[in-house]
């Protein structure tokens, strides 16, 4: 009786794995798989389709996709047997590529390949060409950092509310004072975009194990003064990501930003005074950046502005961006150890950011400027961090 029901479970163990491979057979299946030669394989099974495509950021191709990829390229897939999606992209270059697939016209992320990340509403898959600026961006053997998701009061909002703060190696362990980069995301993300996408974390590990930055702390805060975290990670729930309109670039975040590095300082072991701070933003983010340090010109020595989005908000919404003239000479004034920015040659912002350069060099303002290829991207923005962070604090 006991070898008969030791078969039994035996014969229904085997049962349900065949029922779950029958429910999901396109997980036997590998995907986005990197070739000897630098070009990607993609494979995507669905047999009943008519037409299957992918999109990436790797590709040149039609663009304005509505997948939520900015910049990004469009491709037929080619049918084979049994329903079986494939292409196969030219040699790429060493990078952090991201993509997706439009089934009939339907957005999906592969199920093959279980890398994603979600930025703000948008789901990606994801993948990296070793070999260059990809190895920077992916976990190597070298001592790490930690990562915390950490509260705070905020008395200016009334409101609790989250950012993300890496630690470097040995914070732990010793009672040494680190100096502090705030790093500020764009407008469609949150306090988890610079640790996901950015790969803020991964890339400090990498730039201090090889001796190219001094060992930093690293704050990641929510720049939507109306959100509390971002999505999912408050007590709003599993609501449908939006973009805030309130808080977002209205003065409230600038405004009570010091509340960030007040509370920063009393939980942490910093160096506590401008010249062991320093504050950079891609977009929205160098928008506060430039904001923040301009209003505040006794808190920042240093200051990066990725792909700023500057100039494009009515002066009148708050004293905060008001007599942004006279408060950079007071900035330069009391002294800024740096001041960078940079931006893509193809950016929607190139214009603006190029009329902020040309304010500076009317007025005498030392800065450092790096011009990329491409337009308003992740690509380059991790670029940013990397030129950036090895300047600091030296």
Known sequence: MKKFFIAAIAILLCLSAGAQQNLFPSQNIKSAIVNPDG?????????????????????????????????????????????????????????????TFLVDGIATIDPNHPYVFRDFATLTNLFV?????????????VPHGSVTSVWYHSDGLGIDRRMNVYTPYGYETSKKKYPVLYLLHGMGGDEDEWKNFGRACTILDNLIAQGKAVPMIVVMPNGHAGMSAAPGESSMGYYKPYHFTKGTMDGIFETNFPEIVNFVDKTFRTQADKAHRAIAGLSMGGFHSAFISANYPDLFGYVGLFSAAVGVTDTKISPIYQDFDAKLATQFKKGVKLYWMGCGNVDFLYKNNKALREKFDAAGYPYVYRETDGGHVWKNWRIYLADFAPRLFK
């Open 39 to 99: 070009t990607v394989t993609f494979n995507f099974l669905a047999p009943k389709a008519h037409k299957v495509q992918i999109v990436g950021d790797f590709m040149e191709g039609e663009k304005g996709t509505n997948v939520g990829m900015a910049s990004s390229g469009i491709v037929d897939m080619t049918e084979g047997e049994g329903g079986l999606w494939t292409y196969t992209s030219k040699p790429l270059e060493s990078e952090l590529y991201s993509y």
């Open 129 to 141: 060409i070793p070999g260059g600026m990809g190895d920077l961006y992916s976990v190597q053997d």
